[in-house]
């Protein structure tokens, strides 16, 4: 559905974005994510044939964004960052004039119109003035916007910014059940909100992709992805040393050094390798008084400050 090969963008001499590849297939929910400033509002600029790429080549449903414009923007429902949305409208007239512009076929602009309505929950507010509505529902009006041509390719920038966890949850489930029928590419810096929507990401830094996986398989990058913590009453000094005799263990740290009182340890086994077992038999064969025997599992959060801190 989206196929960008080497594309770059320079603003007056900064290269914001530095050769980048990748693609999105059909039926897809990709998330975006990057960095304050890493170029995800502007690559997203140049998919939807908002900017001009200064070199590469985007193909949209097999169109180039430069040469066939008009049949890519046929296909894309894009909401912006700030989505500019005509405040002294009502939500009705917006959507009907935003299909209009958008070449609906006039016989099918209600339906679409009610169908948007419906999909973004905007019936309760469908006669107010978009600008005394609050940011979530504006949202909402924001991605029917987006949708109202039924495009097969939604992008959408960062749908949930500003919105209370309510809001979001509400949001997310909506893109949800729109990936259904609809290929979509979201940026986002709510993680937790990837880790729940997307079957895949994109981390981009710096203008340049830095890893393009599944969320599962980012978190196993890790350090420490698949790391034990454990809580035992014992001296600091004899559980790194028993625990580090086993074998398969990479490192143990004490967390919190706290002898003859309960003691926090982490310990990285090596790769691949389950060690909760071992563990629990050392702590019985030296009757420690056990509190927490658990697996850390890496978050997204972690993968992506490691993809992006320097
Ligand atoms: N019109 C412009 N002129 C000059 N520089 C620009 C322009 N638009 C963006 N930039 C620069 O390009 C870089 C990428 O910006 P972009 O908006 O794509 O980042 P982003 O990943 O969307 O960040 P954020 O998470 O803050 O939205 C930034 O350094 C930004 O300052
Ligand atoms: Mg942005």
Redesign the pocket.
Known sequence: MIEVENLSKT??G?R?VQGISFHVDKGEIVGFL?P???????TMKILTGYLPPTDGKIRIAGFDVVTDSIEVRKRIGYMP?NVPLYTDMRVNEFLRFRAELKKVARRKIKERVEIVKGLCHLKDVENKIIGTLSKGYRQRVGLADAMVNDPDLLILDEPTIGLDPNQIRSVRELIKDLGKHHTILLSTHILSEVELTCSRVLVINRGRIEASDTPANLTKLVRGGGSILLEVRAPSADIVAKIEALPNIEDVEIVLPNDGEWVQATIFGKPGVDIREDVYNVVRANNWPLRELARKKATLEEAFVELTQD
């Open positions: 603003y007056s900064f914001a990057g304050n400033g890493a170029g995800k509002s502007t960052e």
